[in-house]
């Protein structure tokens, strides 16, 4: 019964060795395991650093070539500008030594309008003239074929009646390119169908 409680007990002793020798490998790796880990901590912070060191260059690389693209467009931008208001006022210039021109042709054109109106009514007026002197001086004219003897001038709306011996003839005198007016040329019409009569009026 003794040696089964010796037994036991060097179990009991094995087992406590083994367990603590377990926990102490144990814990003296988890305690390498740190301290490797918290000596890499220096190498991983320059590490981070570097990568944080060109980061920053790189933006701030980028921010210059950003800040000198930028500065060419502002001034790319005044030029146009520049360019533009230049362009502008040659067009305005331009527009108004234009209008000044069609104001001048414009004044020109009304003037030559005013005369010619003016001397076609001069001319329409010496027409005119000469067209009553012509109905007055047409019976001795040559190119009248009726004796003015048996004529008898009427002015208006037609110049002469001739009284021939075989027919009653009536006569409008035109000169250059006159041409009958539209009471005229419903009295030669009228004649020329014929609807011509004859009324003796008698008064008491």
Same mark, same amino acid.
């Given at each position: 019964? &003794?040696?089964?409680?010796? #037994? ?21 790796? /988890? ?14 912070? /320059? ?13 701030? &690389?980028? *921010? ?5 693209? !930028?500065? =060419? +467009?502002? =001034? ?6 520049? +360019? ?11 527009? /108004?030594?234009?209008?000044?021109? +069609? ?6 054109? *009304?003037? #030559? ?13 010496? /027409? #005119?003239?000469?067209?009553? !002197?012509? *109905? ?8 009248? &074929?009726?004796?003015?003897? *048996? ?6 709306? !037609? &110049? ?32 020329? %169908?014929? %609807?011509?009569?004859?009324? =003796?009026?008698?008064?008491?």
């Amino acid at each position: 019964m &003794d040696s089964i409680y010796l #037994v036991f007990g060097l179990l009991a002793i094995c087992l406590f060795l083994a367990s603590w020798i377990f926990l102490s490998q144990k814990k003296t790796s /988890e305690k390498k395991n740190l301290q490797e880990s918290i000596a890499s901590i220096p190498r991983n912070f /320059e590490e981070i650093k570097k990568i944080l060191t060109e980061e920053r260059d790189s933006c701030l &690389d980028r *921010e210059k070539m950003l800040s000198q693209t !930028i500065s =060419e +467009l502002q =001034e790319n931008q005044k030029k146009q500008h520049s +360019l533009f208001q230049e362009n502008l006022s040659q067009e305005k210039a331009r527009s /108004e030594g234009f209008l000044s021109e +069609l104001q001048t042709y414009k004044d020109k054109f *009304e003037l #030559v309008s005013q005369e010619k109106s003016k001397v076609l009514s001069q001319k329409k007026s010496s /027409e #005119v003239r000469l067209g009553h !002197i012509a *109905e007055t001086l047409a019976p001795f004219l040559d190119e009248f &074929d009726f004796n003015p003897e *048996e004529c008898v001038f009427m002015g208006k709306p !037609i &110049d002469y009646i001739s009284f021939g011996e075989e027919e009653v003839t009536f006569i409008e005198v035109k000169s250059g390119n006159s041409k009958l007016n539209s009471k005229q040329r419903h009295i030669r019409d009228l004649i020329k %169908s014929n %609807s011509v009569c004859w009324k =003796e009026v008698r008064l008491k």
